[in-house]
């Protein structure tokens, strides 16, 4: 018998979020200074992207230069100029080109959506257009985010200011320039960043734009989509409302920076971060400057934020840079039964909060091992639990009870050497010749019907010798180990 301890898993439910690792709520942000005095142009409205190593600063409100941080020499360089206004938008990279899509240009509150996507070639720091938005679906401050070499586009606003949130949800394949239309997401929200980890996107904060108050109407509530069950899940809503935040993450949790608020005339540094697979949010240590619609990115396991306004709206913009070094680990099996949070999901369709999925007594990962169904408590359909089944694959064959078995009786195998009736009848037979064709048969003598050479004696050893031979053999099927004769 196979039985996971109930306190185990209680355990493990209860103080998951303190064993997972996780960014330390005491680390403070660091200040990112240039070698050379450098700085990026204020901007806000604006997008972030690493490539390479290096850091790319996009778009912004009125027309701003494309600019590159190099970690390696800490400077700040203009590459090039923007093809236009571009403005309210989640840059994305693939190998060294930078998409711009599902953008807005020009003026408040009724910007015009950009229905081009715009790519950056960071080798040789030019633009071109590649496709464009599906038809009926354009819309600016819309998310986007990469998974697997294709493209995702999520929310956004198609009036601008004015209204015109939306929950749609669509794939571009760049290499194609062709759209899937995805399931809406449960939420429509705009002026919001989404976020890839763990197998799910994740987004959190933004609003539903209109006038004559923008600023009104904060989502508050958390979407996830799985990619491996090709489904969404609202999840717990985020503490701080705000639109306008940056995003990063790594390990297992996403992280949500700064943001804007109508409660508020200034920006926020409020910091909050969430598990991705329990929805659970906290607090960390706070921007050094609170901003909103600046950029964020991650640059390996440093979550960087830059520019943005200080302000609630558009004023005053920022060139100032900032860090939080974040906790990269991952807790791969949450629940400890031996399988990867990925195989769980991806594969076994197992619970990743309950080590034995279907409650058996044998752990989802000593099933997979015998090749029992770690979803089906008994595979073998033979009545019997898989932890308590001796071989879980197979049903159990029923053995008799060998008490309620009757008595059999059989004949013993004939002994050669000892005579049969017959065979002893035929030789007590005698052939009749010419002498003695007029003596009494033995059955005129047993008659009485005259004298014979047979004489009644051997008729009495005859009957003597069969009874002695006779005997009666009972098999007891009470043993498995052989037969036992009993005599009478």
């Given at each position: 018998m196979h039985i996971f301890p109930k306190f185990l898993l209680l355990s493990?439910?209860?103080?998951?979020?303190?064993?997972?690792?996780?960014?330390?709520?005491?680390?403070?942000?660091q200040a990112v200074m240039s070698s050379d005095n450098s700085a990026v142009t204020g901007r806000h409205e604006s997008g972030l992207v690493a490539v390479n190593g290096n850091l790319y600063a996009l778009g912004?409100?009125?027309?701003?230069p494309v600019e590159r941080y190099n970690p390696a020499s800490g400077t700040w360089a203009?590459?090039?100029?923007?093809?236009?206004?571009?403005?309210?938008?989640?840059?994305?990279?693939?190998?060294?080109?930078?998409?711009?899509?599902?953008?807005?240009?020009?003026?408040?509150?009724?910007?015009?959506?950009?229905?081009?996507?715009?790519?950056?070639?960071?080798?040789?720091?030019?633009?071109?257009?590649r496709g464009q938005l599906p038809a009926g679906r354009e819309r600016g401050s819309a998310a986007a985010f990469v998974y697997e070499e294709q493209i995702y586009l999520l929310g956004g606003n198609t009036q601008g200011h004015a209204g015109g949130a939306v929950a749609w949800f669509d794939r571009y394949d760049p290499t194609t320039e062709t759209w899937v239309e995805l399931p809406d997401a449960?939420?429509?929200?705009?002026?919001?960043?989404?976020?890839?980890?763990?197998?799910?996107?994740?987004?959190?904060?933004?609003?539903?734009?209109s006038i004559p108050n923008p600023f009104a109407d904060p989502v508050i509530e958390t979407d996830v989509f799985n990619f491996f069950t090709n489904t969404w899940q609202s999840i717990s809503n985020i503490p701080t409302?705000?639109?306008?935040?940056?995003?990063?993450?790594?390990?297992?949790?996403?992280?949500v920076a700064g943001g804007e608020i109508f409660s508020s005339s200034v920006s926020?540094?409020?910091?909050?971060?969430?598990?991705?697979?329990?929805?659970?949010?906290?607090?960390?240590?706070?921007?050094?400057?609170g901003r909103h619609s600046g950029g964020g990115a991650m640059l390996g396991d440093e979550f960087h934020v830059?520019?943005?306004?200080?302000?609630?709206?558009?004023?005053?913009?920022?060139?100032?840079?900032?860090?939080?070094?974040?906790?990269?680990?991952?807790?791969?099996?949450i629940d400890g039964d031996g399988l990867s949070n990925d195989e769980e999901e991806g594969i076994h369709n197992t619970d990743l909060?309950?080590?034995?999925?279907?409650?058996?007594?044998?752990?989802?990962?000593?099933?997979?091992?015998?090749?029992s169904d770690p979803n089906n408590n008994d595979t073998d359909a033979d009545g019997l639990l898989d932890g308590v089944d001796d071989d879980p694959l197979n049903a159990l064959l029923v053995e008799v009870d060998p008490d309620n078995e009757p008595d059999v009786e059989v004949e013993p195998e004939p002994d050669p050497d000892v005579e049969t009736d017959k065979e002893l009848e035929n030789n007590l037979e005698v052939e009749p010749d010419e002498e003695s064709e007029n003596e009494p048969t033995m059955t005129d003598t047993m008659s009485g019907s005259g004298g014979g050479s047979v004489c009644w004696w051997m008729l009495c050893a005859l009957l003597v010798g069969r009874l002695a031979r006779t005997v009666t053999l009972r098999v007891n099927y009470s043993s498995y180990r052989g037969v036992n004769f009993d005599y009478d």
């Open positions: 493990t439910l209860l103080i998951f979020n303190s064993l997972s690792a996780q960014t330390a709520d005491s680390l403070a942000w912004g409100r009125s027309q701003r203009a590459v090039a100029t923007a093809p236009l206004e571009l403005h309210h938008f989640q840059p994305v990279a693939i190998g060294h080109e930078i998409f711009v899509l599902g953008a807005f240009t020009c003026c408040f509150p009724n910007e015009p959506t950009i229905s081009d996507i715009y790519v950056f070639d960071t080798l040789t720091n030019t633009w071109s257009i449960p939420h429509a929200r705009d002026h919001f960043g989404a976020f890839v980890l763990n197998n799910r996107v994740v987004a959190a904060a933004g609003r539903q734009t409302a705000r639109a306008g935040a940056l995003v990063g993450g790594a390990g297992d949790e996403i992280i926020l540094n409020t910091v909050e971060a969430m598990n991705v697979y329990t929805g659970v949010w906290r607090q960390l240590q706070p921007l050094m400057l830059l520019a943005g306004s200080l302000n609630t709206g558009g004023a005053p913009e920022t060139s100032t840079h900032e860090m939080l070094l974040l906790d990269a680990t991952k807790n791969t099996d909060f309950n080590p034995d999925s279907d409650n058996d007594g044998l752990n989802d990962g000593e099933e997979i091992a015998l090749m």
